[in-house]
Structure formats: structure tokens, C-alpha cells
């Protein structure tokens, strides 16, 4: 962790303590902290992975994502493809 992470965690930690999960992250996301296009990205990836581990071909749950998130396949298959260093970190393994 660097030391703007445990700042950053302190003060969230001190000032918002009393705050949901969904107000703070929601409280985040209107500082500009969080990045809404990596979480655009993450959230489809994640969709498309959890269909597939469902036991649909790739290609329907990447349809199927695309209808969901209202958005294009080609979208989907951008963010599945052309944005390789973004993944989920898997809490608690």
C-alpha cells in the first residue's frame, strides 16, 4: 500500500465513518476517484466471465452483456479484449 492509498484510507476511514457502502462509494465516484470507465469495463468483463463459468459459449454471453448494458458487441468485445490489464482483484483468496 503507499502512503497516498493509507492517507487516502484514513481519512475516508475518520470523515465518512458514518456513511453506507453505497453512499461511499457513490461519494467516491462524484470526487473523481474512482474511474468510471474501468468500471464500465470490469463490470462487463465480470458479467461475460460469470455467463461463461454458467456454461454459455463466449460469444452468446458476450451478446447477452452487450443487450444488458445496452451498449454495442463490438463495446463488449473491446473490453474484452483490447483492455487486458484490467481485472477484477479477487478479495479474500
Keep these: 500500500m503507499t502512503i497516498y492509498q493509507r ?9 465518512y465513518a458514518d456513511m453506507s457502502s453505497d453512499q461511499l462509494i457513490d461519494l467516491l465516484f462524484d470526487m473523481g476517484v474512482v474511474d468510471h470507465t474501468r468500471c464500465k469495463v470490469l463490470a462487463v ?23 444488458r448494458f445496452a451498449c ?19 478479495l479474500n483468496e
Design 7 to 15: 492517507e487516502l484510507k484514513e481519512r475516508i476511514a475518520s470523515h
Design 72 to 90: 454495442s458487441y463490438e463495446y463488449v468485445r473491446k473490453c474484452m479484449y483490447y483492455y487486458t490489464d484490467v481485472n477484477m482483484v479477487k
Design 45 to 67: 468483463r465480470d458479467c461475460v466471465e460469470e455467463m461463461v463459468r454458467a456454461g454459455r459459449g463466449k460469444v452468446d454471453a458476450m451478446y447477452q452483456a452487450a443487450e
